[in-house]
């Protein structure tokens, strides 16, 4: 699992502001320590050196979820055969 950051804010719509050293792609899923899908990325905004992410939380409670540590799992790799001629 790669480390993405922990949560720093929840607004009113539901959705978490992270800042992170490498965004994930939006569209990604985001997990919790156990491995349970929290959200998935919706934008990516900031500075370059510094950038913030935010959040569809799909949790109930998002309140409960700020300050914890937020992790994306390795994207699978395409494997690719021998070129044939």
Do not use: C, Q, W
């Amino acid at each position: 699992m790669r480390r993405i950051g922990s949560i720093l804010h929840i607004s009113p719509s539901r959705k978490a502001v992270i800042k992170t050293a490498k965004p994930p792609k939006i569209g990604e899923t985001l997990y919790d320590e156990s491995r349970k899908p929290v959200g998935k990325v919706h934008d990516v905004f900031g500075p370059i050196r510094s950038p913030y992410i935010e959040v569809n939380i799909e949790d109930r409670e998002p309140s409960k979820l700020v300050g914890r540590m937020l992790y994306t799992l390795p994207s699978k790799r395409r494997r690719r055969g021998r070129m044939r001629r």
